[in-house]
Every structure is written in C-alpha cells, then in structure tokens.
Nanobody
Framework: EVQLVESGGGLVQAGGSLRLSCVVSGFTFDDRAIGWFRQAPGKEREGVSCMDSGTYERTYYWDSVKGRFTISRDNAKNTVYLQMNSLKPEDTAVYYC?????????????WGQGTQVTVSS
C-alpha cells in the first residue's frame, strides 16, 4: 500500500521558517517524483515544488515560492523535505505531498493527508 505522511506544519509569524517532511512507503522511493502542493481555504490546489526521481533529481519551484522554499530528499529515510523560509501570510494553506511517475511532468496519483501551515502577520 502506497502511503505518504506529512508532518511539520504549524503556526509561525511572517518572516519565520518551517520544515515540512513527507515520509513515503509502499513503493521504490527512488523511482518516483515527489511534489508538494497546497490549498488555501476557498482556493484551488496549486503546485509549490517538485523533485524528479532518479539520478538527476531536478527540482522545480512555482513562482510564488522561488527563492524562499527548498525541496530536498533523503533516499535513505524515504523522506522528502520542504524547507520554507521568509514565510508570508499568503503561504497559509494545507500542504500536501504527492507521488507520481518518473518526472514532475507525470500525473500525481498518490497523496498524503496534508499538514496545516498558518502564517500570522
């Protein structure tokens, strides 16, 4: 069974930092791209960041978080991280990690339950 479990969310003041973790199981971790997405109340889900699988581990960031967020993965721990710095109130959302195919261009078919991030002004 494929499982993704996020953690690390919480309440932080604007300008602060959080690190989210996504522990995955049920598939070969190296074979899948892992993405981070978020959904704010009343808004559609949007992409945040993604890392391709395999040797290259290319990373991608949506414009809203470029320069502030960093995605990384620890293959030994089957874990993907999202380091979030210089947080803004508009970053407030439920953050989800998801697994797809080999690359970030493929569909994401497995999702975690989400972790709440709240940034106060």
């Amino acid at each position: 069974e494929v499982q993704l479990v996020e953690s690390g969310g919480g309440l932080v003041q604007a300008g602060g930092s959080l690190r989210l973790s996504c522990v995955v199981s049920g598939f070969t971790f190296d074979d899948r791209a892992i993405g981070w997405f978020r959904q704010a109340p009343g808004k559609e889900r949007e992409g945040v960041s993604c890392m391709d699988s395999g040797t290259y581990e290319r990373t991608y960031y949506w414009d809203s978080v470029k320069g502030r967020f960093t995605i990384s993965r620890d293959n030994a721990k089957n874990t993907v991280y999202l380091q979030m710095n210089s947080l803004k109130p508009e970053d407030t959302a439920v953050y989800y990690c998801a697994a797809g195919g080999w690359s970030c261009g493929a569909d994401f078919t497995s999702w975690g339950q989400g972790t709440q991030v709240t940034v106060s002004s």
